[in-house]
């Protein structure tokens, strides 16, 4: 089944397209058969100025959960004997700091639409109908309807490897930063957290303790790095927007972290 081909999907992507289209039109006066590549990068960044508010909450979330950290503790410590007291109360906190656990999951749930459309105008020969004028563009000769590793077996071209491979070089670099940043991150938050008797305090239901979360976050640290796996294979065009995504992602958090850090 092609998911692109279901109606209001479809009618999405054809505005995506009228959009990218035109954009590609107007940049080709100053980038030439790099137009539709540059028009990625101009869409992405607006893009990405546009998810600055969601950029914001997901920063607030985190100084939101370091500085609940030790009521948290506080409320297991006392509470630890009724799970259902516990829930409440811990529910009954969240509320009154207009709170939510699930509010740094924001980008992630907002990106992923956005890429499938980037990897839909660039792996469809025809849009809602019409031929797909974007498989045309590439950056620097390299075609952004085709991928690194996906050609492999019919020999990609020493031009295809270079500018494919240094947007993978990239991104790796990019992530990893993202990486180091949200270890940092992880730490600056359980550092917050009562050092005495913090091992013998249970769980709030549903929850995990301190040496799990640390334990979850060294894990969830390694998951961006997917994404460079996953633009090795995907249409070039899509991986520029990883890597221009990826780019602004990380310096947003380091920046937004410092600026939304609350006074001591």
């Known amino acids: 089944m092609d998911i692109y081909a279901f109606g209001p999907i479809a009618a999405v992507l054809d505005a995506a397209y009228a959009v990218l289209h ?11 058969a790099n137009a539709a590549a540059l028009a990625v990068i101009v869409l992405t960044l607006v893009l990405r100025v546009a998810l600055i508010p969601v950029g914001v909450a997901q920063a607030r979330a985190q100084h939101m959960r370091q500085r609940l950290a030790p009521r948290l503790t506080e409320l297991r410590r006392q509470h630890g004997g009724n799970p259902e007291r516990l829930q409440r109360e811990t529910a009954a906190l969240y509320a009154a700091e207009n709170a939510s656990p699930l509010a740094g999951c924001l980008p992630l749930l907002v990106q992923a639409p956005i890429l499938s459309i980037v ?14 004028a974007l498989l045309a563009g590439g950056l620097f000769g390299s075609p952004l309807g ?53 091992a013998s305090v249970p769980p709030a239901p549903g929850a995990l303790s301190p040496a799990a979360q640390a334990s979850m976050t060294g894990v969830l640290s390694w998951l961006p790095l997917i994404s ?23 310096t947003e958090r380091a920046l937004l972290w410092r600026m939304l850090r609350p006074a001591r």
């Open 22 to 32: 035109n954009l590609t039109l107007f940049l080709t006066p100053f980038a030439a």
């Open 119 to 132: 990897y839909g105008l660039f792996v469809l020969g025809t849009i809602n109908g019409h031929d797909n």
């Open 146 to 198: 085709s991928s690194i590793l996906a050609g492999w077996g019919s020999g990609p071209t020493p031009t295809m490897l270079l500018v494919g491979g240094a947007l993978l070089v990239v991104l790796l670099v990019a992530q990893l930063f993202s990486r180091r940043l949200m270890l940092a991150q992880g730490v600056a938050s359980a550092a917050t957290a009562p050092a005495s008797g913090a």
């Open 228 to 250: 460079v796996v996953f633009a090795a294979f995907v249409p070039l065009a899509a991986a520029i927007y990883l890597t221009v995504s990826a780019l602004w992602g990380v």
